[in-house]
């Protein structure tokens, strides 16, 4: 998507500091984070919300990732919150995880 930010992101037009990445999917720190440690899992594909997502091998990506994420972070107690859709508090349309840990 031509204005999405994570995609602009992915694709390298805006700098982050990844604290993961794989071929599909990257993790950064959110930049008004909720908890101690507040990571976002972002698909490097466009995908614009979790109810879009159709991709069963994308799917078992997101799930490996987070156990190796909170793995690598020493993340022991965590909560995962996905926001589908605006009005649930979605602020990008682009499909992302909050993995905040404490």
Do not use: W
Not at 39 to 65: G, Q, T
Not at 77 to 87: E, M, P, S, T
């Amino acid at each position: 998507m031509e204005n999405c930010i994570f995609c602009k992101i992915a694709n390298g037009e805006i700098p982050s500091e990844r604290v993961y990445e794989n071929d599909f999917l990257f993790a950064i720190k959110d930049l008004h984070p909720r908890a101690p440690k507040h990571l976002l899992l972002i698909p490097k594909v466009h995908v614009e919300k979790f109810a879009d997502l159709d991709d069963e091998n994308l799917a078992m990506e997101l799930y490996r990732a987070i156990q190796e994420i909170v793995k690598e972070q020493e993340i022991t107690d965590f909560k995962l919150q996905v926001n589908n859709g605006a009005r649930a508090g979605q602020e990008v349309m682009h499909l992302h995880i909050h993995i905040m840990g404490y």
